[in-house]
């Protein structure tokens, strides 16, 4: 056996990324024991970590096989922190299959590392040569899933729970994807058994209530859809300080409630007409939000005050998220609450329609969605929603126009197509309190799945979403109204990935529209906005 004190070195040596230390020590301990698996995991891996892929590949597989029926090095290697290039660890991986391609322990860790990186179709490439085994397929469905082949997905999700009935995982998965399809029935009775199967695990539970909230059944899907609070391991919200759900009639009197913002700017643009309910029952209402929403919460009626700062929050006697909110007032689709009357500074309203181009049909552009990293697959779900403005060409082709650009982050960047003039404020923006002001002088928005939805149906303003295939929950399944915001169309893909005949459809509704206010027609807003005096 090796030097305990030699493999502590060279696993320290390894964490600091001294990876020639980090060989040396290795080195020093197989002197102790040649057979280690562990001396030689580590020295695989400091090699490996200096790009000697060739060099590193047998030292690894011989670790390998000294350790039968563990993960094998090569994912160790794709975990070393700080993390290295995604193109040294996936070389290291193919080094290693080419000399032992019969691994299937080590097939699927490769094919599982792609997919965490986003290389869905390199991880299905991988596994066409995997064994017909339930891990193998279950990889499979969800590297057909990041290509939106949602089909094929299902088919792989259907063999994986076939060999082994009881994949909690596999199922969750297969009832995500038959939701896709719209196959509500069959998606829910698949979460059903995951959920069986894994109830401590709260993915399920939250998977289940979004395919049940797609298919409108909403009060079977809000109490599910709390587990999302527990999916980080630390509850969000402490055992007993929960806003409770709420009867006709009950009353929040001297109560203080801590309404909280999670994760999108549009979930609480969405849910904020709630916050007057609960000031109408009593309560003195508190939220606690990003300083980007500061100004427009001021705005709405009811919200007695906006922190922004943790150590700021006052005293408060319950907490609730913003998407509890529903939960906490049993909506359905036929009681959901109208669009609280934000009052938006007609000074700032003043202040920006003198950027604002003159002539023509007034509308607002947002072409990609806000982009979130440190959300476990939000990446490949921002790929999905966001269209890029070169899928716009159809709707930039419309005469009588001017468009003004509503787009925040990098995608802003993105180059203007040939002859088309795009009006961009954006640089100038603070908060949603200025954009809100930009669209209440637009006459129309026309965006993907983002906030700037949410902030436009807020203030009244005509909307055309531009859905992606897989859309979220709140746009429902076949429909192209909505029950949240009045003016708002949806225009959804026809088929995963495919912008042009939503496009198409959006563009010649936009003509329509154009045309009609050539003829002296001026699109109005669904509902006027208030001013504060």
Not at 67 to 76: I, L, S, T, V
Not at 86 to 109: E, I, K, S, W, Y
Not at 248 to 257: A, Q, V
Request: glycine content about 8%; hydrophobic content about 50%.
């Amino acid at each position: 056996m090796a030097s305990p004190e030699l493999l502590a070195a060279a696993a320290r040596l390894l964490s600091s990324a001294a990876w020639h230390q980090a060989e040396a020590a290795a080195h020093a301990a197989l002197a102790d024991d040649p057979a280690d698996a562990e001396a030689m995991r580590l020295l695989g891996l400091a090699v490996a970590a200096m790009g000697e892929h060739a060099r590193a590949a047998p030292i690894l597989n011989q670790a390998a096989a000294a350790r039968a029926g563990a993960d094998h090095p090569c994912a160790d290697f794709a975990r070393l922190q700080p993390p290295l290039p995604r193109t040294l660890v996936a070389r290291q991986f193919r080094a290693c299959l080419r000399l032992t391609p019969t691994d299937d322990l080590l097939r699927l860790g490769f094919a599982a590392f792609l997919l965490d990186t986003g290389h869905g179709g390199e991880a299905e490439n991988i596994l066409q040569d995997g064994p017909d085994s339930a891990a193998c397929h279950h990889l499979r469905g969800l590297a057909r899933a990041e290509q939106n082949q949602f089909v094929l997905a299902a088919e792989s999700f259907r063999r994986a729970v076939a060999l082994n009935p009881d994949a909690a995982a596999s199922w969750s998965n297969l009832g995500m994807v038959l939701k896709v399809e719209g196959r509500f029935a069959e998606s829910i009775a698949a979460h059903d058994r995951a959920v069986a199967l894994g109830a401590s695990d709260p993915r399920y539970r939250v998977n289940r209530a979004v395919a049940l909230l797609k298919a409108g059944r909403w009060n079977q899907a809000w109490g599910d859809y709390e587990a999302r609070l527990d999916l980080s391991g630390v509850p969000l919200v402490e055992a007993g300080r929960l806003m409770p759900s709420l009867r006709p009639g009950d009353r929040l009197t001297g109560l203080t409630i801590l309404a909280l913002h999670e994760d999108g700017f549009g979930d609480t643009l969405q849910f904020m007409r709630y916050l007057p309910l609960l000031a109408a029952r009593g309560a003195r209402v508190v939220a606690y939000v990003p300083p980007p929403l500061v100004r427009l919460l001021q705005a709405v009626p009811g919200v007695a005050a906006v922190v922004t700062d943790r150590r700021r929050v006052p005293a408060h006697d319950f907490v609730c998220p913003m998407f509890s909110l529903p939960r906490v007032f049993g909506t359905t689709m036929g009681s959901i609450p109208p669009v609280p009357d934000v009052a938006i500074d007609p000074a700032l309203v003043r202040h920006w329609a003198g950027r604002l181009p003159i002539g023509g049909l007034r509308v607002g552009l947002v072409w990609a969605g806000q982009a979130r990293p440190s959300l476990p697959g939000f990446g490949t779900l921002d790929r999905r929603r966001s269209a890029g403005l070169a899928a716009f060409q159809p709707v930039l082709d419309v005469a009588g126009v001017s468009f003004i650009s509503l787009q925040a982050g990098p995608p802003a960047r993105q180059a203007r197509p040939p002859g088309v003039d795009i009006a961009n404020p954006m640089p100038e923006v603070a908060d949603f309190a200025d954009t809100a002001a930009i669209v209440a002088g637009l006459d129309l928005v026309i965006s993907v799945d983002t906030s700037v939805v949410h902030l436009a149906g807020l203030i009244g303003k005509p909307v055309f979403l531009l859905d992606r295939y897989d859309g979220c929950w709140r746009w429902l399944s076949g429909r192209r109204d909505s029950p949240w915001y009045q003016g708002l169309t949806i225009f959804r893909q026809d088929q995963p990935g495919d912008w042009s005949g939503a496009m198409a459809r959006a563009a010649a509704s936009l003509e329509a529209m154009a045309m009609f206010r050539g003829l002296g027609f001026r699109p109005g807003s669904m509902r006027e906005h208030a001013f504060v005096a």
